[in-house]
């Protein structure tokens, strides 16, 4: 899935379907979950033990295979935003965006010039290797996605803003760390969660962005934020999604032994 797709998929009202990518190390792994209908994967860099060179072969075999490769880095650096992104992420999944301020700094880092101060490579792989490098560079400035992550009570204080700053895509609720912040610790089902997410929607649609969440395993939670505008959606990361199927499969063959 291009950017341009992913963008016209949640302008549509349809909903984007992605995984936290933090334990696989195989390109192939984004053409696995487009297999099953996922549409956009997340490097986690933020708490992955992966190393930083897997971003360009995961990435590029993710784009490759249909599916769009956003990395979530592990600060605001732009060393590191710049290392992500020109190996091969076509975007961020920021995390800690606490005020319209941080959300004006990743924004900018994560562009080249005119419109950032992302640092010019000598290569840029995403769009295959037909284009200079000042088309490839300025085809990755209209393509490029940076989704600011609200995981604290001030995030949530600040989410009009951050929304309407300029390079901002969409707000991102990360649901664990805000309810950890809270108080309110695995709390998904509760009333902290429902307001996050119904602030959030009314904040990113009074600024033309979309809205997603990450954290719940709840199908009701789910459900009701589906419903509240909740569009990019990150069901879970590649470990528990193998767990679910290889928990499903012995629990099966249990079964079938026991007759």
Request: one cysteine or more.
């Amino acid at each position: 899935m291009s950017a341009t797709t992913f963008r016209a998929r949640l302008a549509a009202g349809d909903i984007a379907l992605g995984s936290n990518v933090r334990f696989s190390r195989s390109a192939e792994i984004g053409a696995m979950l487009a297999a099953c209908g996922l549409h956009w994967i997340m490097l986690d860099y933020e708490h992955s033990p992966a190393s930083p060179h897997l971003a360009q072969d995961i990435a590029l075999g993710a784009l490759r295979a249909g599916v769009l490769p956003l990395a979530r880095p592990s600060s605001h650096a732009p060393q590191e935003i710049a290392g992500l992104l020109t190996n091969g992420a076509l975007g961020l999944i920021v995390p800690h965006v606490e005020t319209a301020a941080d959300a004006a700094a990743v924004a900018a880092a994560a562009r080249f010039a005119p419109r950032g101060h992302l640092s010019v490579p000598g290569s840029l792989p995403h769009f295959g290797y037909g284009l200079s490098l000042t088309e490839a560079c300025a085809r990755f400035n209209e393509a490029v996605l940076v989704i600011a992550m609200i995981e604290s009570r001030t995030a949530l204080a600040n989410a009009a803003t951050i929304a309407a700053t300029p390079g901002i895509d969409g707000l991102f609720i990360g649901a664990s760390d805000l309810l950890w912040e809270a108080g309110h610790p695995g709390d998904y089902t509760g009333p902290v969660l429902r307001d996050a997410v119904a602030r959030v929607c009314a904040a990113a649609s009074a600024h033309g962005k979309f809205a997603g969440m990450g954290g719940p395993r709840e199908e009701s939670v789910w459900r009701d934020a589906i419903a509240a505008g909740i569009r990019m959606i990150m069901t879970e990361n590649d470990l528990s999604l193998l767990m679910r199927g290889a928990r499903d499969r012995a629990e099966f063959f249990a079964r079938a032994a026991s007759r």
